[in-house]
Nanobody
């Protein structure tokens, strides 16, 4: 079992910055991928950024150059630094951990979500 606890969301003006964190506990595998997704009202959940245990990152085009994902493997914690925030970044941000199993299977664990609101 894996538990994810997110923190750091809030209200910020456009152009401002926020950092959200996600602390994972339980069975986090060494090759797990950690990431952030977001879901705005009326929209589907979308990938924001992901990072492997080795530090390889992937970003949505909409956040490239503004957001930075990082990971502390010793603490099983993933961070998302969000700069130059825009009103369209407003959403509930969810942390996800994907474990990969030796039989080829995979399983996703999700956090409860943290609200990020960017005012214009």
């Amino acid at each position: 079992q894996v538990q994810l606890v997110e923190s750091g969301g809030g209200l910020v003006q456009a152009g401002g910055s926020l950092r959200v964190s996600c602390a994972a506990s339980g069975s986090i595998f060494s090759d797990s991928v950690m990431g952030w997704y977001r879901q705005a009202p009326g929209k589907e959940r979308e990938l924001v950024a992901a990072i492997t245990s080795g530090g390889t990152t992937k970003y949505a085009d909409s956040v490239k150059g503004r957001f930075t994902i990082s990971r502390d493997n010793a603490k099983n914690t993933v961070y998302l630094q969000m700069n130059s925030l825009k009103p369209e970044d407003t959403a509930v941000y969810y942390c996800k951990v994907r474990n990969y199993y030796s039989d080829g299977g995979e399983y996703d664990y999700w956090g409860q979500g943290t609200q990020v609101t960017v005012s214009s």
